[in-house]
Structures are given as structure tokens and as C-alpha cells.
């Protein structure tokens, strides 16, 4: 209850056009009523209303999605897609929920707790190789089994969130 009152208290209702990037390390409820082209890295819950055009890359942990959205969204807990939904691209979901009417033209992909160094390399935007180097040499969580590495999702975000990603 307390983590949701403090959600609460921090809203943020973007009704105009951007462009840009934007980042939140505090989870946050935010929500995009205008236009908006760039970058989105959110914490909390983002919404794209009903009269939104969304051209940009999202990762966040809950994303509702009203209005229109093109691009890449990384949904680390889940994505709803509501009847007026249109999303053009990719979607590496979670959880995903398509109401009825949403319009999903999409390349899908959905995560699971446990990841492979491919599906970590797309979560976290950086080469595939990168993450097998970071494993081999001790620098990110992960377990070896056979000749591969898995990943879990929140050992990965806590390494992602403590700065220590490509050190």
C-alpha cells in the first residue's frame, strides 16, 4: 500500500509534442497524451493515451497502450494493449494482453525469468557477444549450464540498476 500511495503522488501527464529522451530511475506514473519521438526508459507505469503517436524505443516495467506506437517497447512486467491500441515494430513483453480490437503488427518475443545470452543481448541493447564475455569473465550474474549461460531477469536488472553493466 505504501509503494502505491508514493506511485501515486508522482504523476506525470505529458499532453504536448516532444522529442527527445527520457529516463526515470524512481518509478513513476506516466503518461503520454501528445506526440513523442526518441527515447523512453521508464519505472512505474506508462501510458500512451488514446490520442498519442508514439515514435520511440520504451522499456519499462508496465505499459498500457491506448493510442498509436512504432518502434521497439521492452515491457519488463507487462503490456497491455486496450481496444485502440496500434503498435508497428517490436515487443519483447513479459506479460502481454491484447483487448479486443487492439491492433498488434509487431515482431513478439516474450521474456521469461530465465534468459539466454541472445535474448539478455536484446534486452539490454548491446552485443551478444559482449554478455558471453561479460559471463566468462565473471563481470554479470550468471550460471553456466552445458556450454551455455542463463541470465535470470532480476539479477540482471539489480546488476543493470547497480552501474556495474560493461565494467
Excluded: H
Excluded at 498500457?64 to 507487462?78: F, L
Excluded at 539479477?155 to 560493461?166: F, L, M, R
Amino acid at each position: 500500500m505504501a509503494f502505491k500511495k508514493r506511485l501515486e503522488e508522482k504523476v506525470l501527464d505529458v499532453d504536448a509534442a516532444m522529442q527527445g529522451s527520457l529516463s526515470f530511475k524512481d518509478p513513476v506514473n506516466l503518461r503520454i497524451n501528445g506526440k513523442f519521438e526518441g527515447n523512453l526508459d521508464t519505472k512505474g507505469v506508462l501510458t500512451i493515451g488514446p490520442a498519442a503517436v508514439v515514435t520511440a524505443d520504451i522499456t519499462g516495467d508496465s505499459i498500457i497502450v491506448e493510442g498509436k506506437v512504432r518502434g521497439k517497447i521492452i515491457a519488463r512486467i507487462s503490456l497491455d494493449l486496450l481496444p485502440t491500441a496500434v503498435v508497428d515494430g517490436e515487443i519483447y513483453p513479459i506479460r502481454l494482453i491484447i483487448a479486443e480490437g487492439a491492433i498488434l503488427n509487431a515482431k513478439c518475443q516474450m521474456l521469461g525469468e530465465i534468459l539466454n545470452a541472445d535474448e539478455l543481448a536484446k534486452y539490454l541493447e548491446v552485443e551478444a557477444n559482449s554478455i558471453i564475455d561479460w559471463a566468462n569473465q565473471g563481470k554479470i550474474p550468471a550460471v553456466k549450464q552445458g556450454n551455455d549461460w542463463k541470465f535470470e531477469r532480476k539479477a540482471i536488472d539489480s546488476w543493470v540498476a547497480s552501474g556495474k553493466i560493461g565494467k
